[in-house]
């Protein structure tokens, strides 16, 4: 992103997917296929996190750019392909179904000289929204989004940018951990746990993020949390779950955790050991990439072998990659 800018020119996600392939074979593996659903379900790519043990979180994921215009700046989370009246994102939210794990969206926002005028003016511990660490490759859930959008219209993009977590900050072991308060009383003790108590690999991602959309929760006027309980998610970490919605088009909570599982999907231990995944996942991904985390052994005779291993799923033969390469790391 910064060389584009040097050279006078904003970046485009599918030329800095090609780039970040070609240049981290073989350390990643990655393999394409011929169809194209962005039309369709408004993703690029299928995103999973799978720890030692096969816990496992996953995200069907849109990548979009920190747009700057004069002095305006947006994200075009309402995109709508031509002919459709429905937005991307709603497309989003809803093709995330089919995999049953939560629709997220990676930002691509520049470096701090790109966002220097940036106008928001809310800050991040000591430092400012726009003046962030690593904050130029950052992701959100679609909930963030849809929430962003019908508050600030046009200026979504900077409401949502100010939300996004660094992507190398949502499994930083390193990085605080605090509670997340929910609304809901009662709840299953796992889950209370879960909320209340620090977590590491897959069950930290997940925490991190419904962080934002807990507080979003917390801040609408919406009435006391529901405590009918969700229908539960077959193999998903938790099976008791408030159905709240508060103002989000669906219920929060089972939208962002369905996608924490035990154990890893049959479809990605298909990748993991070499074996192509079913139609039903084929005929709607472009590609497949494994990233196995930097510190671990690669992935030998079925198994996932140390650390935590992220898998990605493109949607798209051309679709965005933001997972940037830093020494001792993948981050």
Not at 15 to 43: C, M, W, Y
Not at 288 to 316: H, N, Y
Request: glycine residues 8%.
């Amino acid at each position: 992103m910064v060389n584009m800018l040097d050279a006078g020119h904003i970046w485009h996600e599918e030329a800095a997917t090609q780039l970040l392939l070609s240049t981290a074979q073989p350390r990643i593996r990655f393999k394409k296929f011929t169809v194209n659903e962005e039309k369709e379900d408004g993703a690029d790519w299928l995103w999973w996190w799978v720890d030692r043990d096969g816990t496992s979180y996953g995200l069907l994921v849109q990548a979009k750019i920190l747009k700057r215009k004069g002095k305006r700046w947006s994200i075009d989370f309402t995109y709508k392909t031509k002919g459709d009246d429905r937005t991307q994102l709603s497309k989003l939210i809803r093709a995330a179904n089919r995999f049953e794990v939560a629709a997220a969206y990676v930002l691509y926002c520049g470096d701090p000289e790109y966002r220097a005028t940036l106008a928001c003016d809310r800050t991040h511990g000591d430092a400012l929204c726009k003046e962030r660490d690593r904050v130029g490759v950052s992701t959100i859930s679609a909930l963030v989004a849809e929430t962003a959008v019908s508050r600030y219209g046009k200026d979504s993009g900077v409401a949502a940018f100010h939300d996004a977590v660094p992507v190398e900050d949502i499994a930083n072991p390193d990085s605080l951990d605090t509670p997340i308060v929910p609304l809901a009383r009662g709840l299953a003790e796992d889950f209370d746990r879960f909320l209340r108590q620090p977590q590491t690999g897959s069950r930290r991602v997940a925490k991190e993020l419904l962080r934002p959309v807990q507080q979003i929760r917390n801040g609408q006027f919406a009435g006391a949390a529901v405590m009918q309980r969700a229908d539960p998610v077959s193999g998903a970490f938790f099976q008791d779950i408030p159905n709240d919605y508060g103002h989000f088009s669906v219920p929060y909570l089972t939208h962002m955790l369905r996608g924490l599982r035990a154990d890893a999907p049959d479809y990605v231990r298909d990748v993991l050991e070499g074996r192509t995944p079913p139609a039903w996942v084929t005929d709607h991904v472009g590609g497949i990439v494994v990233i196995p985390d930097a510190d671990a052994p690669s992935t030998t005779a079925g198994r996932i072998a140390g650390g935590v291993e992220r898998l990605i799923l493109l949607d798209s033969p051309d679709a965005p990659q933001p997972l940037r390469d830093h020494p001792g790391q993948v981050a």
